[in-house]
């Protein structure tokens, strides 16, 4: 990405298909100063062609508004783009050899990098001993994130780096010991290396139609100089747009660090996979209900605090006793400041994953906003899953109930918590529409709809990711296969994605089929990414 440059003040974009629920049958659209300024047929489109800086010939493609992720973490997306990925490691001994084969090609990095191991997937279910990672990081600092980001194994040199006394456990660090090492293992990261990692996560964000993400950051997941660092780059530059949240119990250090709110990874819990989500009966493989770091009373004056401050509040929330603590505790808080004033805000809840009839009632009733991520299921769902494993197959099958969040009146914003689930904003529509569990899954509409103006309603915009006049040029451009067809009429077959839809066509996401391809992605009327040869 390069300084920001002036673009063209008007565009016209023609011979397309349009998603617009402006026209169902739109086929171009004019951009000016920033805006969508008009949508409409070819036709129609001649009476602007004279006055306009530049045509853009779609040659058939699709545009749309461009996707929102709801929840990334982007430095340590860009770190895993650009460092060790152990995400399809097959085995330990695999990962065991990616971990010697990088040690070796980076000789000067400081502390070595990696994510994305899964034992639960490898043979003989076990993470790598300390003995196992000294001989291969040679004896070096080595910081291995489990794929949720909510453990890690690390060697004998960073624990020498590490502050305090972490204890003897020869196994996956979580809680207090993950956060001490994780601070640890990112401080050795440079500013150089930080920036650099942050453009990359951003340049792949727009290359995949992404134009706009939320950050999530905090105390206990990077640091305050990577959390300005980041919005002051993404001011800087063309790419997508940041919207940063601060998990920090401080109200005004929140707004201090230029934060829309003092939410996202604000822990109430941990994870399924690291045994840390907190839930009211035990895990069917331990003999515990895993972790509580935030109760009732503690959400209900976090959320006080910052209705009165005019932010909002959000907590990260995965196991049902965890879902509880909160709903419970935004509701006291609405019976001290008031309902309405606690709807207005648009608190969120990240992850949100097992809910009941009652707490998805709670979260209608109070306006909270469920911020998820559909790869979760994809990756982890199923009879024979990491949630079966973990929970039993009946409790399993309740997780990520998106329909009845939907049924219920709930807000959704999808995203991927990248890098727990990579960037992929077609695959999260896919996994959302073809969830394991039949009963919770969406229509395609729905669940695009949850990825574009879900996030910026999450936000507190009503007036964004939809491409309708006087909304922001955030569009991405399209190459994919036929639209779903609905009926022989070739009118209406181009724009019925849903017999109950009414709106105009999305590509058919179906098993099988190719994902869409980003030909271009536009942000505020200017142009961030075109794929090389379009």
């Avoid at 590490?162 to 207090?176: E, K, V």
């Avoid at 780059?233 to 940063?244: E, H, I, S, T, Y």
């Avoid at 509409?445 to 507190?460: D, E, S």
Wanted: aromatic share 6%.
């Amino acid at each position: 990405m390069s300084e920001r440059t002036a673009e063209p003040q008007t565009v016209l974009l023609r011979r397309g298909e349009v998603h617009s629920p402006a026209d169902p049958f739109a086929t171009a659209m004019v951009v000016e100063a920033g805006h969508v300024a008009w949508v409409g047929s070819e036709g129609a489109a001649d009476a602007f062609a004279d006055g306009v800086d530049e045509v853009v010939d779609l040659d058939g493609a699709l545009v749309t508004p461009a996707f929102t992720d709801a929840h990334v973490h982007t430095t340590a997306t860009g770190l895993a783009l650009t460092g060790l990925d152990l995400s399809d490691a097959p085995s330990l001994e695999a990962a065991l050899a990616r971990v010697r084969d990088f040690a070796a090609a980076r000789p000067d990095d400081r502390v070595l990098l990696g994510h994305g191991w899964d034992a639960a997937r490898w043979p003989g279910g076990r993470p790598p001993t300390r003995a196992e990672l000294d001989e291969a990081a040679g004896g070096r600092p080595l910081y291995l994130s489990r794929i949720d980001v909510h453990s890690a194994v690390v060697s004998t040199a960073l624990l020498d780096l590490t502050p305090g006394d972490l204890g003897p456990a020869d196994g996956p660090l979580t809680a207090a010991a993950h956060h001490a090492v994780r601070a640890a293992a990112f401080g050795a990261v440079t500013p150089a290396q930080r920036a650099g990692a942050q453009r990359a996560a951003l340049a792949h964000a727009a290359s995949l139609g992404i134009g706009s993400v939320h950050e999530c950051g905090g105390p206990d997941i990077s640091s305050e100089d990577d959390f300005t660092g980041l919005l002051r780059l993404a001011a800087a530059l063309p790419g997508p747009r940041v919207f940063g949240y601060w998990a920090e119990q401080d109200v005004d250090k929140a707004r201090e660090l230029g934060a829309v709110g003092a939410a996202g990874d604000l822990f109430a819990d941990g994870s399924i996979g690291s045994h840390t989500a907190c839930l009211h009966a035990p895990y069917a493989d331990a003999d515990h209900t895993g972790t509580a770091y935030l109760d009732a009373a503690a959400v209900a004056a976090h959320v006080v605090a910052c209705t009165e401050a005019g932010l909002q509040a959000g907590f990260h929330a995965i196991g049902d006793a965890a879902v509880t603590a909160v709903a419970e505790g935004v509701r006291a808080a609405a019976e001290k400041v008031g309902l309405s004033r606690v709807r207005a805000a648009r608190h969120r809840v990240e992850h949100a994953e097992m809910l009941t009839p009652d707490t998805i009632a709670a979260f209608a009733e109070l306006g909270l906003t469920a911020s998820v991520q559909p790869a979760f299921d994809a990756l982890w769902g199923g009879e024979e899953g990491m949630y079966a494993q973990r929970l039993g197959a009946e409790r399993a099958r309740t997780l990520n109930p998106f329909a009845a969040l939907l049924r219920g009146g709930v807000p959704l914003a999808f995203g991927s918590d990248s890098p727990v689930t990579p960037l992929d904003p077609w695959g999260t529509v896919r996994a959302a529409a073809f969830h394991r569990t039949p009963e919770h899954r969406v229509s395609v509409r729905a669940a695009f709809t949850a990825h574009t103006r879900g996030g910026w309603r999450a936000v507190g915009r009503d007036d964004a990711g939809v491409l309708v006049p006087g909304a922001p040029a955030d569009y991405a451009v399209w190459r994919t296969e036929e639209l779903v067809v609905q009926a022989p009429d070739d009118r209406v077959a181009r724009w019925s994605t849903d017999p109950r839809s009414g709106t105009p066509g999305l590509p058919d996401l179906g098993p099988g089929r190719d994902l869409p391809v980003c030909l271009r992605t536009v942000v505020g009327g200017r142009t961030v990414f075109v794929r090389p040869g379009e």
